[in-house]
């Protein structure tokens, strides 16, 4: 399993080598784009996975300090699409792929329903999945596996991910990321074996399981959770999933 999951580790170097060209290159590839291929309500892109399933969800936190700036770096970083698109369709344990920059401009790739999910003045550089790519937590510049799980806010169970800075010479640009489903990783590596089985992390958050064992606990699926709130801040863990408030704990 190890093997298998550090080959991610050249994939994601390899979207970065693509991106800091882009960024490189930001004056052509801002004059060449189609302005037309994103269009905007608020900051938050407007298209739907029903739309056009080669285009990624775009949100612009209000944080950012020139709006006009940050929408050219939507622009000009459209070539990302394509990267995202052919790897996510390469491996089926990828949720998502995404970057979120310093200009407070997030792309992530298959699109969600960001603007009832995300809050219009989130920090992202706040969010485990910046701060540990930055120089700081992360000096040697390289990808960076998230010790911790968490819940994806876009229902997507609990997720484990990779980063990689992003450098614009020596200033961060963003922060690359590509996350996967733990409870896809456990049904591919444990799915035959016995027993109604589950994952737990130290504090008694469950991580992984069989259905059996979600239902045995009285506990909600875990694949289908969603947030009923937007998303504000760096919290993703919840009590509904900790062994210790389960039902049937006694």
């Known amino acids: 399993m190890e093997a298998e999951l550090l080959k ?69 970083t459209n070539g990302l699409d394509s990267v995202f698109f052919n790897l996510y369709h390469k491996y089926d344990l990828i949720e998502q792929v995404y970057t979120n920059s310093a200009q407070f401009v997030s792309r992530v790739y298959p699109s969600y329903d960001a603007k009832n999910l995300v809050d219009k ?34 229902g997507r169970g609990w997720i484990l991910s990779l980063i990689h800075p992003v450098y614009d010479g020596e200033k961060l640009f963003a922060v690359l990321g590509i996350d996967f489903s733990i409870d896809d ?31 045995a606990l009285s506990m909600p699926p875990l694949k289908n959770f969603v947030y009923r709130e937007t998303i504000q801040m760096d919290n993703f863990r919840i009590s509904d999933f900790n062994l210790f408030n389960s039902r049937a704990k006694k």
């Open 121 to 154: 003045n989130l920090d992202i550089t706040k969010f485990n999945f910046y701060y540990l790519g930055d120089a700081k937590h992360n000096p040697s510049k390289g990808p960076v596996w998230i010790p911790e799980a968490y819940v994806d806010p876009a």
């Open 185 to 215: 990783i456990i049904q591919r590596y444990l799915d035959d074996e016995q027993g109604k089985l589950l994952i737990v992390n130290s504090k008694g958050d469950i991580v992984a399981a069989k259905t059996q064992a979600i239902e």
């Open 8 to 76: 991610f580790n050249n994939e994601i170097v390899d979207i970065k080598d693509h991106y800091e060209y882009l960024i490189s290159n930001k004056e052509k590839f801002l004059k060449e784009s189609d302005k037309s291929k994103y269009q905007f309500d608020g900051g938050y892109s407007t298209n739907v996975p029903e739309m056009d399933s080669t285009l990624s969800t775009i949100f612009v936190s209000t944080l950012s300090q020139d709006f006009k700036r940050s929408i050219e770096e939507a622009h000009f």
